[in-house]
């Protein structure tokens, strides 16, 4: 483990590598682009080989000069100021650890003498088995980080934001050298790179420093090479994978990514075409299905996607292969879940098949709803109503429809009595935080229940009118994707509402 105190003389040392041998040359080809071409009537100038041409270039354009043969943007002869960034990087070896030194190139134009001046400072470091090293010469913003070079390096802390060093340009004649002896020796990072060539090569390296990383390479099963600490483990096969050996193969022949891999584990069947098929399903869901006996059964799979919590709900109560016999709860799933809950909430026995599947299901629902005892005491009701007051900034209306959390303990057994359903079992949830139930009225009626509706995981869990009916019109779907986006501002107002608040968390990002 890297402690800080290591780190530091890691750094201190590292202070005294000097550049390769042709490091400058390498910097100076990395700087080409940063020139321009510049627009003198019907000549321009390019400011890298500083000879005039015949043309009539075009403003903001890209244009090739004849002389050098590169192409630059064009701007006006008279621009004063231009800036061009650029990050270039070059290894070193120090204790035994391989570290990139990072620099960052500042080209500013000097309309003066037509040419750009350069400044080249490090700002960080990168050490693959630690992570990215960074000077406090950075500075940090809400959208974008800046480097400043306007006081010496002193101070170096392990960096974890995302610093985006992509398509930087790293020292090449080196790396041989400075690898060997390394945990990077043998790292297939070179390989790997023109394989997969949105990893840079620091991220190749960072990856190479799991042992896996070599052995899964050497295997032939590149895509996994992508996450080599998830099998950076000691032992056979069995061990490391957590699948049998005969399955190899099968990996290797398909190149399988993660993902994958995840898939032929909860399988266990060496079959691409049905890992394709699972591959967009939640993992857990597959597993409780798996162990639902259900697993293969892609039809049923897919149709009780959407449903998964209730079908875990269920559960408790019922093998989900017996729920699915019973078409009046399958048909009106939530439903039967609310019934089981409530009978089991009443003390009512579901060991007899009646009463674990009831021919009027939706009439012992109701009947179950209205001898629901809910203990209303003062204790309940301050509750209610702090869960009010604590989502009341979602309270939301237009000209037809009114949507407003439950005020108080009343209200929740009212709205259950007016709407026909079970929402008044839900007190413990909603006081509890577990869940958010929320009133719809109609403006002309707002005493009146309308339609109930419960907001769970970030999503409307469900919404009801009247007797369980969800024959809802445009306008009403309409005003509760209005009341979601209403939502969704109120969250993000409450979050950036304290100017302080955010200055803080972002000087506790840079520290």
Known sequence: MMT?????KIMEKTDTKKPPKHWNSFVTKNLVNHNLILKYGKKAFCTHCQKY????????????????GNSFLVRNHNIKNELFYKDVGFYCKVDGNVVLRVFEIESRYDYKTKTFKHDLQEFARFIPNVGIIINNCVSFFMWYQ???????????????????LDNMPIYPHNKKKLFKNTYLQYAPV?????????????QAMQLGTFRSFELLWKMGLYNLSKCPQMFNKKGDFVKRFGISKSFLNFMVENDIDYNE????????????????KYRYFDYNYLIFMKKQGLLYDYDIVRKFYGYSSVLKEISKYVPIKKFLQYKKGVNNIHIYADYLKMATDLGISLKSKKRLFPYQLIAWHDKLSKRMVIVGDDITQFKVYTRFLELSKYIYKDDNYIIFPVPSFEDLVEEGT?????????????INKNTEIYLIRESSEPTKSFITLE??????????LPHHSRNFTKEQLDFIEKWKGHRTFADYREKYKNPAVHTNNLIRLAA
């Open 53 to 68: 041409f015949d043309k009539d270039v075009k403003m903001h354009a890209k244009e090739k000069c004849p002389f050098c």
């Open 146 to 164: 800046k480097v400043y070079h306007y006081r010496k390096i002193t101070n170096w802390h392990k960096y974890t934001g995302k610093r985006v």
């Open 190 to 202: 070179e390989e790997f790179t023109r394989k997969f060539k949105t990893y840079t090569e620091f």
């Open 261 to 276: 891999y995840i898939l032929l584990k909860i399988l266990q069947k060496p079959d691409i075409d049905l890992i394709q």
């Open 4 to 8: 800080k105190d290591k780190l530091q």
């Open 455 to 464: 907001y769970k995981n970030n999503r409307v869990a469900q919404k009801e």
């Open 418 to 430: 007016q709407q026909g359903n079970c929402v008044a079992s839900y007190l413990s949830d909603y």
